[in-house]
């Protein structure tokens, strides 16, 4: 069964500062998605990483995948008050035969202050 | 249009009524799926239709039935929940299960069960 652990799970920050969350997994995935979620809001995509070495970045966010060492990051680049939500990274698990589905981890709650 | 439509937005019920979700896509999907999401928590899946048939049902209790009228539509239907339920649902759609695709959310149904 795949495991998804990220860390940490709570992390506070100064704006401005540099960070980077993790998520491991256990097995082999074709996909590694990382999601952010606004309380009581849905999952928003925030980046698709498909094959080793990936690296997408949009704005302060950073996103890569290293498939061999099964660890994708997120690194966020002085980080602003905005940033503050959970986020969470999940990876696609071979479920039966040619099914696929998603295993998230715990969600990593970020909060920047000033 | 990658959107997916949820509705309602909230619900209250009581332990004895009888409701149902509603989820909408029009991208031509082939998989459609249901969460729950618990505060702090991350989504939680419980059913799974492909092809408008039920592929995955993790175990899900049967106060919960889903049904998928069309390639479209995925319903839930809620029958005697208890407070425990109260939670985010969240559906989604991909172009198929089988082979790793990217989901999409819906904004989720916020249910409370009083």
């Known amino acids: 069964e795949l495991k998804v652990e990220q860390n940490p799970l709570f992390l506070s920050m100064q704006e401005g500062k540099n960070y980077t969350i993790y998520c491991n997994y256990s097995t082999t995935s074709d996909r590694l998605y990382w999601y952010r979620q606004d309380p009581g809001k849905s999952l928003e995509s925030l980046f698709v990483l498909l094959s080793n070495g990936a690296v997408k970045q949009e704005g302060r966010l950073m996103a890569s995948l290293d498939t061999k060492a099964r660890l994708s990051t997120l690194h966020i680049t002085a980080a602003v008050h905005d940033l503050s939500a959970t986020y969470f990274c999940?990876?696609?698990?071979?479920?039966?035969?040619?099914?696929?589905?998603?295993?998230f981890g715990k969600g990593t709650l970020l909060t920047v202050n000033p | 249009d990658t959107e997916v439509t949820q509705t309602p937005k909230h619900l209250v019920m009581g332990m004895t009524n009888k409701k149902s979700l509603k989820c909408e896509q029009h991208m031509g999907h082939r998989a459609m799926y249901w969460y729950k999401q618990k505060a702090k928590k991350p989504p939680e899946l419980m059913f799974v239709?492909?092809?408008?048939?039920?592929?995955i049902n993790e175990s899900v209790p049967s106060r919960f039935s889903p049904e998928c009228p069309n390639s479209s539509l995925l319903n839930l239907h809620l029958h005697a929940l208890q407070p425990e339920d109260s939670a985010l649902y969240l559906c989604a759609s991909s172009q198929s299960l089988t082979g790793s695709y990217e989901q999409y959310f819906g904004p989720g149904t916020r249910l409370t069960v009083t």
């Open positions: 999940a990876v696609d698990e071979r479920s039966g035969g040619s099914n696929y589905k998603l295993t």
């Open positions: 239709y492909s092809y408008e048939k039920l592929s």
